[in-house]
């Protein structure tokens, strides 16, 4: 088929256009992140990308390539330019920890900038700062890794965005660990003013101010533009997902599991062997806890406030196994890097699974010695009081090494004056009718001085990082429940 001269001239001018903006352009994009971008434009809308490469072991200075995308594929906008990552490096897809020194790697779209001047040039949403504006990193806050306001947040640390030095005069934030928000897995992740060449950061990426401004300048709102950091193997995992990261001895059912949640929220690959990964509640697993009536509508948090999470662990045996629990998705990376220093510690557990193996009947999950977090129920003898289980905020380990000393409903005011657990124990053994010992076959584990394995005890490597990331043990509780640990709700929700 012919084409007339309109078309033909409209190729031309195209053609033309396109060799003019190559002109204008920063120069040649290197071909491995030309082909990390491809790799990601499938699954994106984006027009506008700040690829940061971490460098290789030939060329290990860091840069930053601004690209847009164009009719005949990927262009640098400008020239690259040096960069300074964490002075620890980065961190692999979803293992940036709060404090680890490291920049996060994947892909952060890119909503706001800030800074100190009143405006900036350029069409991209930006906010001055004043005294009053904080960015909370304080693990422990609800207000974790979000803009607040001075006087609005009782969170114990954070970053003051107005600064007595230059690093904050402009700023680019990245929605990193958002939405949800994931406590520890690292805050206040920016792209800042550098306080000098080849200086390391806390976890962010600096530059010069000229280059920052030019950026920000050049960034465009309504082509969605997003923030790629590290290398071109890491950048694929991050795009992959859960599914790319699953080891080849995971049982099918925890990786179909794993598979079917929406969105990755924390990964662990450790030393030894050790793999844990939390993810948005799968629908099977949803489906399940509604059938086992382990959630329930009237339950406190609604299941899209829960994670998924699969992790490695000790077995009596003296093998490692893989288990699952159901956690608050806001404690996911507690839950996960608790149990991550348990295994290193070749800390026994006898079996993790879901309360629902069990029809939700925490009884029968207890005599089985089974490990488990979620359950929407009672306190027991507190009618109308959630548990913290029914808040994804608390974990039973090891039952039948840990008893739980449980008073009855009678033996609430002759208990009432006992103090110190020796005291507890004797009343509970010498009036079953008043005070059970649960499991039953737990009695043989009420003597603490007795150390044996799968026992938690004050400094062994399950009870103390539990401990270190804000849970309180029940076991120093008047009446013990040695098997349990749970999280402070006031802690976890707002306004609780």
């Known amino acids: 088929m012919k084409r007339n001269w309109r078309s033909n001239f409209g190729g031309c001018a195209l053609f033309a256009f396109a060799l003019l903006a190559g002109c204008a352009s920063g120069g040649d994009l290197p071909r491995r992140i030309g082909e990390s971008l491809d790799g990601i434009a499938r699954n994106s809308a984006s027009g506008q990308f700040l690829y940061v490469d971490p460098g290789t072991p030939g060329l290990p200075q860091p840069l930053l390539y601004p690209v847009r995308r164009t009719l005949l594929g990927w262009e640098l906008a400008f020239p690259p330019v040096a960069v300074n990552l964490g ?13 680890d020194g490291r920049t996060p790697s994947g892909m952060f779209p890119l909503r706001t900038a800030f800074g100190y001047p009143a405006a900036v040039a350029g069409t991209f949403p930006y906010r001055q700062v004043d005294s009053h504006d904080l960015w909370v990193d304080d693990p422990q806050s609800p207000d974790y890794n979000r803009w607040v306001s001075r006087g609005e947040t009782r969170a114990t640390s954070f970053e003051e965005l107005l600064r007595p030095d230059p690093l904050y005069k402009y700023a680019l934030a990245l929605d990193y660990n958002s939405e949800p928000v994931v406590r520890d897995l690292g805050s206040a992740i920016f792209i800042h003013v550098e306080r000098g060449p080849d200086t390391g950061t806390a976890g962010c990426v600096s530059l010069p101010e000229k280059e920052l401004v030019q950026l920000i300048g050049w960034l465009d709102p309504e082509k969605r533009p997003q923030v790629v950091i590290g290398g071109a193997s890491a950048v694929a995992a991050a795009s992959a997902g859960v599914a790319g990261q699953l080891p080849d001895d995971l049982p099918p059912v925890l990786k179909g599991r794993l598979s079917g949640g929406e969105r990755l929220l924390a990964l662990r690959h450790g030393t030894g062997g050790f793999f844990a990964a939390a ?38 045996d003296g093998k490692p196994h893989y288990g699952e629990l159901v956690v608050h998705r806001a404690l996911a990376a507690f839950f996960m890097d608790s149990l991550h220093h348990a295994y290193n510690g070749r800390f026994p557990i006898e079996r993790m699974e879901l309360i629902d193996a069990f029809d939700a009947d925490d009884f029968r999950s207890m005599e089985a010695n089974n490990s488990s977090a979620f359950n929407c129920r009672e306190v027991p003898g507190r009618p109308g009081v959630f548990s913290r289980h029914s808040y994804g905020a608390a974990i039973d380990v090891n039952p039948r090494q840990n008893p739980y000393l449980m008073l009855e409903e009678g033996g609430r005011q002759q208990g009432a004056g006992i103090t110190g657990a020796a005291a507890a124990r004797e009343f509970c053994l010498g009036n079953p009718s008043l005070c059970r010992v649960l499991p ?57």
């Open 87 to 99: 002075r620890s490096g980065v961190a692999p897809p979803f293992e940036k920890r709060e404090g």
């Open 279 to 316: 993810v948005s509640l799968p629908p099977e697993v949803g489906g399940l806890m509604q059938a086992k009536k382990s959630w329930r509508p009237e339950c406190p948090v609604p299941l899209d406030q829960l994670a998924y999470l699969v992790t490695s662990f000790w077995g009596f």
């Open 440 to 496: 039953a076959a737990s009695v043989d584990h009420l003597d603490r001085q007795e150390q044996r394995p799968g026992m938690l005890l004050p400094g062994d490597p399950l009870l103390t990082p539990f401990r270190q990331r804000g849970f309180t043990w029940g076991g120093s509780w008047r009446f013990p429940d040695y098997q349990h640990l749970e999280y402070d709700l006031g802690k976890l929700l707002p306004g609780v």
